[in-house]
């Protein structure tokens, strides 16, 4: 289910974890295992509670570790690079949970489980409605039942873009593989210790708070590929 603020009942406000004058991290993929076949799966112990695409992830994720060069800079290992969040914004006691992709897209996980997306063009608006349908206008024609979103959704770009700095960049240069049309927010949650976040292309990232670290599980045709932001 889609987390809200830890503290209901208080004060309206906007968090993030990136402090405004933190120097840019630098992104590695440091693993890059093949998803297990059905018969290994019982290799790994998978906690009872997991199910679905999270025994998945949790596979990869103890193969990676089990595989993770010993020294401690590994070097990137795969040409592309994957789609993450570098910026968020919590507001969800009052409107939801907004975000930017490293592609700059913008998005919006609305405190009623709706979602919008700006693309990177800041023209094009994709929304995604109770149904699961995707809708597709422009900034300049949007339908009156969809404004007071777009509107927040405009706000939250604004802010991202006026207050809080690129979380990371990546350390090769090749162009990012093919992505769906919109990548939207479909979970979050946070602790006390970090945020996750998951996209519904399949991308699972944590934001570590104290030392603002993220870790990125993100699909690769028959892979994962795992990637640490310092």
């Not at 975000?99 to 489980?113: E, M, P, R």
């Not at 976040?197 to 892979?223: A, C, R």
Request: proline content about 6%.
């Amino acid at each position: 289910p889609t987390a809200k603020n830890p503290k209901s009942g208080s004060q309206s406000r906007i968090e993030s974890d990136f402090a405004p004058k933190r120097s840019q991290g630098s992104l590695s993929t440091i693993c890059s295992v093949q998803r297990p076949p059905s018969s290994s799966s019982a290799e790994v112990k998978v906690p009872p509670v997991a199910t679905g695409s999270a025994i998945r992830m949790y596979q990869m994720l103890t193969t990676c570790l089990h595989q993770m060069p010993a020294d401690s800079g590994p070097a990137a290992v795969h040409p592309s690079k994957p789609l993450w969040v570098t910026k968020w914004v919590d507001y969800s006691n009052k409107y939801g949970f907004g975000f930017q992709l490293s592609d700059k897209s913008v998005g919006v996980l609305f405190n009623d489980t709706t979602r919008m997306l700006l693309a990177t063009d800041c023209k094009t608006i994709q929304y995604n409605d109770l149904s699961n349908k995707v809708y597709t206008f422009t900034t300049e024609a949007t339908p009156a039942e969809y404004e007071k979103k777009a509107t927040l959704l405009l706000y939250f770009a604004q802010y991202m873009d006026e207050h809080l700095i690129h979380g990371g960049d990546v350390v090769n240069n090749k162009e990012s593989r093919a992505e769906p049309t919109a990548i939207f927010m479909k979970n979050w949650f946070r602790t006390n210790k970090a945020i996750v976040m998951y996209l519904n292309n399949g991308t699972l990232q944590v934001n570590f708070f104290e030392d603002h670290t993220k870790v990125i599980l993100s699909p690769d045709q028959q892979d994962y590929l795992v990637t640490f932001i310092n």
